[in-house]
C-alpha cells in the first residue's frame, strides 16, 4: 500500500523560496519516476515537475527555470525547491508517481501541501 506524504507548504511573499518534501512509502521507491502537481481552487490538478529513475527532470513552462525537482532514493524521499515564487503559485501541491498511482480505479494522493503566496 502506497501512502505519500508531503510537507513543507506555508505562506510566502512574492519572490521567495520554498521547499517542499514528500516521504513515500509502501513500493519500491527507486523503481518509479515522481513528479509534483498542484491544484490551485477552481482548477484542475497539474503536473508541474517529474524525474525519471536515472534523474532526467521535466518541468512545466509555467515553473521552468524557477523550479528544481531532485530525489534522494535512500530517503524514499522527493524535493521540490522553489524559488522566485509568484501569486499564480497558490495551490497545494501534491507528489505521485507519473502517472499517479492507482488504487483500485481510482488514483491515490496523499493530504497535499498548502503553498500560498502573498503579500
Known amino acids: 500500500q502506497v501512502r505519500l506524504v508531503e510537507s513543507g507548504g506555508g505562506l510566502v511573499q512574492p519572490e521567495g523560496s520554498l521547499r517542499l518534501s514528500c516521504a513515500a512509502s509502501?513500493?519500491?521507491?527507486?523503481?518509479?519516476?515522481m513528479g509534483w502537481y498542484r491544484q490551485a481552487p477552481g482548477n484542475q490538478r497539474e503536473l508541474v515537475a517529474t524525474?525519471?529513475?536515472?534523474?532526467?527532470?521535466k518541468y512545466s513552462d509555467s515553473v521552468k527555470g524557477r523550479f528544481t525537482i531532485s530525489r534522494d532514493n535512500a530517503k524514499n524521499t522527493v524535493y521540490l525547491q522553489m524559488n522566485s515564487l509568484k501569486p499564480e503559485d497558490t495551490a497545494v501541491y501534491f507528489c505521485?508517481?507519473?502517472?499517479?498511482?492507482?488504487?483500485?480505479?481510482?488514483?491515490?494522493w496523499g493530504q497535499g501541501t498548502q503553498v500560498t503566496v502573498s503579500s
Open positions: 509502501g513500493s519500491i521507491f527507486s523503481f518509479y519516476a
Open positions: 505521485n508517481r507519473d502517472p499517479p498511482y492507482y488504487e483500485g480505479r481510482r488514483p491515490y
Open positions: 524525474i525519471t529513475t536515472t534523474n532526467i527532470t
